[in-house]
């Protein structure tokens, strides 16, 4: 089983930066894809991005390309998300998740997820 908190959320302006964390508990993280997903008020969670056990390879949603970079760091047990640009309709919590299968960007393919960091971008 395994643990993940968020962190590294807050209010920020449109055009700045932020980097999300999350933060793995147990020994076994590097057998996880990692992935980061986002909800809006009255909205379904969507996927933002994944990346692969050793860090290599990683897949993003259209909406984000370019402009959000997901990374992972095996000796730490964290996953980040280095988010730039923002922009007010970034506006959401974000949330971490673990799979134990291969890269997806489908919800259901994860087996564990954080409780979320708020994010919030004003114009």
């Known amino acids: 089983q395994v643990q993940l908190v968020e962190s590294g959320g807050g209010l920020v302006q449109a055009g700045d930066s932020l980097r999300l964390s999350c933060a793995a508990s147990g020994r076994t993280f590097s057998s996880y894809v990692m992935g980061w997903f986002r909800q809006a008020p009255g909205k379904e969670r969507h996927f933002l991005a994944t990346?692969?056990?050793?860090?290599?390879?990683?897949y993003y949603a259209d909406s984000v390309k370019g402009r959000f970079t997901i990374s992972r760091d095996n000796s730490k047990n964290t996953v980040y998300l280095q988010m730039n640009s923002l922009k007010p309709e970034d506006t959401a919590v974000y949330y971490c998740a673990a799979s134990g299968l291969r890269p997806t960007s489908e919800k259901n393919g994860y087996d564990y997820w954080g409780q979320g960091t708020q994010v919030t971008v004003s114009s």
């Open positions: 990346v692969s056990r050793s860090g290599s390879s990683a």
